[in-house]
């Protein structure tokens, strides 16, 4: 999660400059900082200069870092008179990164939303360019009645800011920001435009692509088109018309198509991706272009259902499996009760995903249902702030209904263990049962609202701003679309669901979901790796081969995750508690990605799996460093266990031996189902390691057996996205903890 403790950069912006206004109402481009205007800056642990190293050949402003913290941009006392700013969609600012920092997160903070309304929005996405000036374009719509901490949130502020977090790593790292600017997106281009693919009789692959432009405002615009294609290298681009004209209020599209030919698809390994960016752009308007990204990816020689869980030969074997090894025995009665239990049930998949909502987003007053003439939808006042709010969740909480969010999250496990139990046993009833859902789905899915992740209905804590429809908190959004995924590569080849059927469930319940995976992307590992999953497995179950390259091979996928953030040592970079959550998530990649023909289980990933257990004090505890709580190695066993299957690894065999017998759980409980070919090892007694040193984690772990004492302590540079705790010590001994001290703050490696 985010860490909000870290040092603060503050310039506060008190100049405005120029900006080019529309025909009609607000201006489509507003310039708030082009550095003409007066700046003041403020900070304790960095100077701040301006450079003539600019963007627009003016000057920008700088900062170099030596030590992660937040550089926070402050536009305070906006008063432009019929110049409202919660009527733009986009802020855009020009940066440049010289050095060889970690990273960049942005973030938009307090920003004016629609009626008046503010709230807090975490559009993250990290910054990737070195020494050369790019452009950031990040969206402002959306997010509304939204705040993360309500005690940060000022009903009455005039301003928006955003904060830029820089982490240098070990080297002083320079950040140049110039050219700050809010637009507005007249066209409605999305940041990603997705095409289908057709195998060609000659061995090419044909994707086929239609922007659609659409003309938000009262007069007729004339649209730019221009290709990008430096991210094409051996594929083929076609394009049509490079200009559009588009009435008001009319949508028309723009056909693009890319061609990988036959020979690189003999040659290039599935899922490898090129990317043609296509700069929309306002003839008329200087300063408003958008970019949509077009990405094409290698597909497999065939895509086969089913897939996910297991082939079909695997499925017929369930119960021979279960029969020859009892570890399996209690897996699959669960299976069986749950899948009885979704039938005798039966709920109904509501109409609506957000009900109950009776009191005010920002002070929690209860609200009271406002009479009023010539509106077609009810309303409802806070009669503290005066806030009004209306919709289907307000609606609902006035009419007495609710449930929605724990009736999703029971209709897509019964959907899941119905599918699973009719495939393997063929009885007609558990098909039914699981097609029937996905047919209410396809019904609903596109009708409910779209849900932002601080919803009162989830976790405030929460940050990630990947919105959805059945739950804006990602972990279960995320979890719906693998179940309902991996049910619908069960069902896929089977006659509980007609063609038709199957069709308008991909296209307006699966496809919708996923596709929707791949905006506004968190980064941090923890988070995004489930979203990952969830794009896996709707490529999979989609035959979509671009989804697969996103879970997997894309900037934000697996494969670019593990190499960020695993450490040679076998350390996750973060806390011991981080390297016990990641151990959990990623069995389930690892096994699809494996099955998908991608390298997965290297030598490098199967240390995760047997270096992490030697931190162990003699209690079988991991150190409570960073954000961790001491977690028990119990259950160190049951991550393992899908990996040892897999390869058969000697390692992972004696980690499966030695820690312990938790339950596994989730999607890599049912893929140990499938993957079970050989008898468990022996369980052996815990025993003790010596002493062992993690030195790219910068942790060290000292032994004394006979008196049983036990010392950890962490050093080196800070890793991670928070959770400071260097130079810490934990000291274990007669049977129990014997001191600790947690020093939170960063510091340079230590030689």
Known sequence: MLNHGRTRLTAIVLGVGLFTRAATGAPSHLVLDDCEGEIRWSCNHAEVTRSDDASQGKYAIGVE??????????????????????????????????????????????????????????????????????????????????????????????????????????????????????????????PITFGRYFRRTDGSVLYQYRIPVRNRSDEPISVLLRPDTSGIESFNVRMGLERLMVAPGETEYASVSII????????????????????????????????????????????????????????????????????????????????????????????????????????????????????????????????????????????????????????????????????????????????????????????????????????????????????????????????????FDLLADTDVMSEEEREAFR?????????????????????????????????FALDDPVLVYYGTRESRGVIANIRQNLLDDGTWAESPNYINLVAHELPPFLYLMKRAGIEAYTPRIMRLYSEPPKMANPAGRQPNFGDGSGVPLKGWAAHALLPWLDTGDPELGKVVARYGRQPVRGLTELMVLMAMDRPLPEQEKSTALGCVDFPDSGYLFLRNEAEDLWFAMTYGRHVGHGHYDRLGFELYGAGGPAGRRRRRRAVRQIP
């Open 65 to 190: 870092v030596d030590r992660p913290l937040d550089v926070e941009l402050h536009f305070d006392g906006f008063e432009h008179g019929e110049v409202d700013l919660s009527e733009f969609d986009l802020i855009a600012f020009d940066y440049k990164l010289s050095g060889p920092g970690e990273y960049l997160d942005f973030v938009i903070r307090q920003y004016p939303l629609n009626a008046g309304r503010r709230g807090n929005f975490y559009p993250i996405d990290q910054a990737d360019p070195r020494d050369v000036w790019a452009t950031k374009i990040l969206p402002l719509e959306g997010p509304e009645n939204l705040s993360l901490h309500l005690e940060e949130f000022d009903p009455q502020a005039r301003e928006m800011y955003f904060r830029i977090t820089v982490d240098p790593g070990l080297e002083p790292l320079r950040l140049l920001v110039d050219n700050v600017r809010v637009m507005k997106n007249p066209m409605g281009i999305r």
């Open 260 to 487: 990988i030919p036959a020979g690189v698809v003999k040659n290039t390994a599935a899922y490898v991706a090129e990317e043609l960016v296509v700069n929309v752009a306002l003839e008329d308007t200087p300063g408003v272009q958008l970019p949509t990204r077009l990405i094409a990816s290698v597909p497999p020689e065939e895509f086969r259902h089913p897939s996910l869980l297991g082939t079909e030969t695997q499925l017929k074997d369930v119960l021979k499996r279960v029969e020859s090894f009892p570890a399996l025995e209690r897996t699959w009665k669960q299976v069986v009760r749950k899948a009885d239990e979704a039938i005798k049930n039966q709920p109904a998949i509501p109409d609506y995903n957000g009900g109950g909502v009776t009191t005010c987003y920002v002070d929690g007053t209860k609200l009271t249902p406002m009479q009023r003439d010539g509106v077609p939808f009810r309303e409802y006042v806070c009669s503290k702030c005066g806030r009004v709010y209306h919709g289907k969740r307000f609606d609902s909480g006035f009419s007495g209904a609710g449930g929605w969010y724990g009736t999703h999250q029971q209709l897509v496990q019964d959907v899941l263990y119905t599918a699973l139990v009719y495939r393997v046993t063929g009885e007609p009833r558990y098909g039914l049962r699981a097609a029937e859902i996905m047919n209410g789905y396809t019904e609903k899915y596109l009708t409910y609202d779209m849900l932002f992740p601080n919803d009162k209905y989830i976790p405030l804590a929460e940050a990630s701003p990947s919105s959805r429809r059945i739950c804006g908190w990602h972990f279960m959004e995320n979890r719906w679309l693998q179940y309902m995924a991996i049910a």
């Open 507 to 539: 296209e307006r319940a699966l496809r919708p979901a996923a596709q929707k995976t791949t905006e506004n992307e968190v980064g941090l590992n923890n988070i995004q790796l489930p979203n990952s999953l969830a794009q896996i497995c709707a490529g």
